[in-house]
Nanobody, 126 residues
Framework: QVQLVESGGGLVQAGGSLRLSCAAS????????MGWFRQAPGKEREFVAA????????SYADFVKGRFTISRDNAKNTVTLQMNSLKPEDTAVYYC???????????????????WGQGTQVTVSS
């Protein structure tokens, strides 16, 4: 069992930045790819970014490329999402997710992740 706890959400003006963190506990971080998803009111949850386990290969949704950066610290069992140039349409609850595989690779689909955090609210005002 893996527990994920997100932090760092809040209210920010358009153009501002936030840094989300996700702390994992309960089992070794080894071979867990990590992902960030978000869900805006009235919308489906969508993929934002992901990072593989060992060599930290990353992937981003088109709508955050160049603005968001995902990173991980395997020694500290944490994954971070640095969000810059925020837009009102980035307003959503952001979720951290963990996926186990022998290769430590990520996926873009919700169903591919085994554990989820409780979410943290990000609100961007115009």
């Amino acid at each position: 069992q893996v527990q994920l706890v997100e932090s760092g959400g809040g209210l920010v003006q358009a153009g501002g930045s936030l840094r989300l963190s996700c702390a994992a506990s309960g089992r070794t971080f080894s071979r867990y790819a990590m992902g960030w998803f978000r869900q805006a009111p009235g919308k489906e949850r969508e993929f934002v970014a992901a990072i593989s386990w060992l060599v930290s290969i990353t992937s981003y949704a088109d709508f955050v490329k160049g603005r968001f950066t995902i990173s991980r610290d395997n020694a500290k069992n944490t994954v971070t999402l640095q969000m810059n140039s925020l837009k009102p349409e980035d307003t959503a609850v952001y979720y951290c997710a963990a996926r186990y595989s022998s290769s430590g690779s990520y996926t873009y689909t919700e169903a591919g992740y085994d554990y989820w955090g409780q979410g943290t609210q990000v609100t961007v005002s115009s």
